[in-house]
């Protein structure tokens, strides 16, 4: 596959993409304030304890924010992404396990960490490289669907709490990562371009080297 094939706007990948914003999301940033009432219930919290424990997420995701666009510069986005997702399934099963306030902090500072990994931040940084001419359009396109994620998601979460009890709804979460957003980001982040530092560091017919050493 050639340089200019690769960074030509493909919108079924940004399409797919968008997708995985909408679940990501749908079930991480929006689904904490539908879960602090249950939790609070279910463990004994205060509205203040459990508020704590989004802040802590969101301090993580700025905290790592600079080292995933360090990783996806160096053409680490399809690890990243999908890692992300992975790991956004299993926080979110612990989540649906938690019994105590540490645990509820432990799997949201968790769930920060995937956040910085898998929504705005990180896809905009990937369809900016892929994309350098139509980025615009694919962010456009991006924050578009991603901002449906509350309209799709708080009501679906509200019924699934509603139906199941909010533990098996996290788990349900969980499983939307692992059928969509892992599956998508792994096959559609294939051929990430090369970072700057790699095309400038060896000639073209040694990049395979250069990926190793200079990475």
Do not use: K
């Not at 690890?79 to 306030?101: D, E």
């Not at 792994?186 to 371009?193: C, G, I, M, N, V």
Request: aromatic share 12%.
């Amino acid at each position: 596959m050639t340089g200019a094939s690769l960074s030509r706007y493909n919108p079924r990948v940004v399409g797919w993409l968008s997708v995985a914003q909408l679940v990501s999301w749908g079930s991480t940033y929006y689904l904490f304030a539908l879960l602090m009432t249950p939790v609070e219930q279910a463990l004994g919290l205060s509205r203040a304890e459990s508020s704590l424990a989004f802040s802590l997420a969101l301090l993580v995701e700025g905290l790592l924010a600079y080292t995933v666009g360090r990783w996806i510069d160096r053409g680490h986005e399809r690890a990243v992404m999908s890692g992300g997702s992975a790991l956004a399934a299993l926080c979110l099963v612990l989540l649906s396990q938690v019994s105590g306030v540490v645990g509820f902090y432990l799997a949201w500072a968790a769930l920060g960490a995937t956040m910085s990994a898998m929504l705005y931040q990180p896809v905009f940084a990937v369809v900016t490289r892929r994309y350098p001419e139509d980025f615009r359009r694919a962010i456009i396109t991006m924050t578009f669907l991603g901002g449906l994620a509350s309209t799709v998601f708080i009501p679906l979460i509200a019924w699934l709490m509603a139906s199941f009890g909010w533990r098996n709804a996290v788990l349900v979460l969980a499983a939307l990562h692992l059928l969509i957003c892992l599956p998508v980001h792994w096959q559609a982040l294939r051929h990430a371009p090369l970072s700057r530092r790699l095309m400038t560091c060896a000639a073209p017919r040694l990049r395979w080297w250069a990926y190793f050493w200079c990475s």
